[in-house]
């Protein structure tokens, strides 16, 4: 399997649950990014890990945990979150330094009810 | 800070034509990277053409190709020969401060080809 995988591609949770999203990447790159899209707002940069140290947090509610085990995965544990938080997050990776841009997941689409 | 301005949020045109889509940015850097992404409604974000600052020459690949204005700060997209595949919504986006890159991007262009 080649690419930036996510999983899940869906996912509806309560305010009250716990969940996380799981990012791998099968690219060898040394970097990892969350972004969260939401409509009609532009891409908000969440968290960057660059070799797997996290390099970036971006004001993010302490409700949104990332955390990176390896170079190859990368996760953002949910909890208590809001209504406003439903949207579309994205996982992207690239090598640093190269200048080749991000490679991108398909995302998953969070809906809190 | 860099910013990045899509001035079209909606775009249509009619299949087989030609459409570009305009991108303006801001940095002091001398050094850096421009691209173009399309996220198709499957959601996923797809690198479509990419410009190196100091490389003069336009990017192109296929059907895509840039207009690459540095002392203007400008970087539009030409797509030529428009299918009904190239619906989606187009990002324009800027990398700079190498070895922690954080790629800016801009608010999008929804672009939609007519039959």
């Known amino acids: 399997e080649t690419g930036v995988t996510q999983t899940p591609r869906h996912l509806v949770m309560g305010m009250t649950n716990k969940k996380s999203l799981k990012c791998e990447q099968h690219?060898?790159?040394?970097?990892m990014y969350w972004y969260k899209q939401s409509a009609k707002k532009p891409l908000e940069l969440m968290f960057v890990?660059?070799?797997?140290?996290?390099?970036e947090n971006n004001s993010v509610p302490s409700r949104f945990s990332p955390e990176c085990p390896n170079s190859s995965h990368l996760f953002l544990h949910l909890h208590t979150l809001q209504p406003e938080d439903s949207a579309l997050y994205l996982c992207a990776s690239s090598q640093v330094s190269r200048g080749t841009g991000y490679t991108f997941g398909s995302g998953t689409r969070l809906t809190v009810v | 800070a860099q910013t990045v301005t899509q001035s079209q949020p909606e775009m249509s045109v009619q299949e087989a034509e030609t459409v570009t889509l305009s991108c303006t940015y801001d940095?002091?850097?001398?050094?850096?990277?421009l691209f173009w992404y399309k996220q198709p409604p499957s959601r996923q974000m797809i690198l479509v053409i990419r410009?190196?600052?100091?490389?003069?020459q336009n990017a192109t690949e296929n059907r895509f190709s840039v207009n690459f204005q540095k002392a203007a700060k400008s970087f539009s997209l030409k797509i030529s020969d428009s299918q009904l595949g190239d619906t989606a919504m187009y990002f324009c986006a800027f990398i700079s401060n190498f070895g922690n890159e954080k790629l800016t991007f801009g608010t999008g262009t929804r672009l939609t080809i007519i039959p």
């Open positions: 410009q190196e600052a100091y490389k003069q």
């Open positions: 940095t002091s850097e001398n050094n850096y990277y």
């Open positions: 690219l060898g790159h040394n970097a």
């Open positions: 890990y660059n070799f797997k140290e996290q390099t």
